[in-house]
């Protein structure tokens, strides 16, 4: 099956059962009209501390300095922007596997909304204290109901895309998914941490040129691994795998059908960047963005379909393709 039937069978599972698309649209409302937790003297403090901690560093290059210190300047306004914007509760909707909501983005890839304010104002802000044992105890159970959530939420777009399979029941899958985000957020911290302090010797010993190389060699090699484990969630929820297992099925999919899945990602993740720009376009505080959550919740259901679709066909030729290897 192509990528573009992938998509097309997508949309009509979701046609067919349009209720699918009333669970992202209620955590967007939520989201939106609902009270904002947040931090921002956390935020406040990670800027100053980045903030003094590069201006006091020595350098030997002042055009690479007055550099720095430009881009120091972007980076704690963004942090305030971000600081501002920041809401706890984005926590529902959350890796590796969520209900999705428009008012989460990954920047730069997916654009988010982020909102300020509603139609009737300015949402309720909790304001959080800025010691870290506060803010995790609070975030850990927002995000173990998220992944709840996600998992609940799959499930039943899973059932719609083949009713005769039999699916993952919702505890152990909600155990499995807490555990592989467990898994990969602990690998990954680790591997950030060492990618960043490779960069650092580097920067130090040949240069920041070739530290911006190092970084850029890391970062790819992490952003394949994302894409050989991106169908892990798939595994858990449709073939009632295991962890590792699941992670194992991924990467053979991967493996055998690297053109197919690269494209599937980026079609899907274009559409999905390219529709989230257009329901941004109106304010915060305009009733026109109803229409935008709309419109996102329809298409996030659209490519969740596709790609448990897109997952279960190259599983069936992943199965035949091994009996052929056993039977020759």
């Known amino acids: 099956m192509s990528v573009f039937s992938t998509i097309r069978k997508g949309l009509d599972t979701v046609a067919a059962y349009p209720e699918l698309v009333v669970p992202p649209i209620l955590l967007d409302l939520f989201l939106w009209f609902g009270p904002r937790l947040t931090s921002r003297a956390l935020f406040q403090r990670i800027a100053d501390l980045v903030s003094e901690s590069i201006r006091t560093a020595p350098t030997l290059d002042t055009e690479f300095s007055q550099q720095m210190a430009a881009q120091l300047d972007l980076f704690i306004e963004l942090v305030g922007q971000f600081g501002e914007r920041f809401n706890i509760f984005w926590g529902l909707s959350n890796f590796p596997i969520a209900v999705p909501s428009s008012m989460i983005g990954i920047l730069p890839f997916l654009p ?95 240069g920041p040129q070739i530290g911006i190389l190092v970084m850029g060699l890391g970062f790819s090699l992490l952003l394949g691994a994302i894409i050989y484990l991106f169908f892990t969630p798939y595994a858990i929820i449709r073939n009632r795998r295991n962890i590792l297992i699941a992670m194992l099925d991924s990467f053979n999919i991967v493996r055998i059908n690297i053109i197919g899945t690269l494209f599937y990602l980026l079609t899907a993740g274009g559409l999905l960047h390219l529709t989230n720009m257009v329901w941004l376009m109106p304010e915060d505080g305009s009733w026109y963005t109803l229409l935008g959550i709309v419109g996102h919740g329809f298409i996030s259901s659209v490519l969740i379909a596709s790609g448990y679709i897109f997952y279960q066909d190259r599983m069936v030729f992943l199965e035949n393709l091994k009996k052929r290897l056993f039977s020759a």
């Open 112 to 206: 988010g909304r982020m909102p300020l304010a509603n139609p009737l104002g300015r949402p309720m802000i909790i304001e959080i204290p800025m010691q870290i044992p506060a803010i995790v105890l609070v975030s850990l159970p927002i995000l173990v109901v998220g992944m709840g959530l996600g998992t609940l939420y799959h499930r039943w777009i899973a059932s719609k895309t083949d009713q005769a399979e039999e699916l993952v029941p919702f505890f152990i899958g909600w155990i499995r998914v807490l555990l592989l985000a467990a898994l990969l957020g602990s690998v990954g911290f680790v591997l950030m941490f060492g990618i960043l302090f490779v960069v650092g010797l580097v920067n130090l010993i040949l």
